[in-house]
């Protein structure tokens, strides 16, 4: 069974590392790179995991197996809750927004600093309980933590004025919410898993982008021939009236 999960993890990581990329492709400033890194973060997160899934069925050493569920829970749990809020910061247009989402990256870097401490400090454990894997450490294992950790990940995209970007916050809320009623064991591998897959929804920020360039574009062109054309009348009216005064 571990080797079927394995496999299942490697295949949705080259899914998703295939939107990563042409998401990656669709950045034009320096500010959208942290965000168009995520999907091929998530992409690189299951891939991760995949080693995971060998490492509880025996198939890989002991060492391999500690460094893969070392990355995986540092980046969901200690990462996540201070890149999300720095990409969506970066990419923020709206003033207010982006006041906001100042803090709650400062927030999420406060909330990975100690969570990072705690995972260097506490060991954490990764079993299987009902087909799921369940990465357990007590330093993260409150339900403060939890909150915090929604509000700076969730919060910030839900925040975002990009249609795409609230709605994956709004699908991953929604998504975590189920899980952790569902099978709450799972938290930690089923959102990232849940994440990960609904993250080509970020592609469609850069779509969006594109489309409201192009109507601003238009409605420049618009305004831009309006006074052209209003110029031009005028010159018109210019020469009427010197001709008019010269036949006088």
């Known amino acids: 069974m571990e080797i079927y999960f394995a496999v299942l993890n490697f295949t949705l990581s080259g899914a998703i590392g295939l939107v990563g990329i042409l998401t990656l492709r669709k950045v034009s400033t320096p500010n959208e790179v942290v965000f168009a890194l995520l999907p091929l973060l998530f992409a690189l997160h299951q891939f991760t995991e995949g080693f995971v899934w060998l490492g509880v069925g025996g198939h890989i050493e002991a060492r391999a197996f500690n460094l893969a569920a070392g990355i995986f829970i540092y980046y969901a749990q200690g990462l996540l809750p201070f890149l999300v ?29 100690y969570t990072m401490y705690g995972l260097s400090t506490v060991p954490s454990s990764v079993t299987v309980v009902n087909n799921t894997l ?6 993260t294992a ?12 969730c919060g910030s995209l839900m925040l975002s004025s990009s249609i795409s970007v609230a709605l994956f916050g709004l699908l991953n809320l929604i998504g975590l919410t189920v899980i952790f009623l569902v099978r709450p ?7 990232c898993l849940y994440a990960a897959v609904i993250s080509g929804l970020l592609y469609f920020h850069f779509v969006e982008r594109r489309i409201k360039f192009l109507q601003d574009l238009k409605e420049k062109r618009e305004e831009f021939s309006e ?14 009236f010197n001709k008019g005064k010269k036949d006088e």
């Not at 064991?185 to 959102?191: D, E």
């Open 85 to 113: 809020p720095l990409a969506v910061w970066l990419i923020e247009k709206k003033k207010w927004r982006k006041d906001i989402l100042g803090i709650l990256t400062l927030l999420g870097l406060a909330l990975a600093v």
């Open 134 to 139: 369940f990465y357990n450490n007590p330093w």
């Open 142 to 153: 409150n339900y403060y933590d939890a909150i915090i950790y929604i509000i700076t990940t």
């Open 185 to 191: 064991y799972g938290f930690t591998s089923l959102w």
């Open 227 to 240: 006074k052209l054309e209003e110029e031009l009348q005028h010159l018109e009216n210019r020469k009427f």
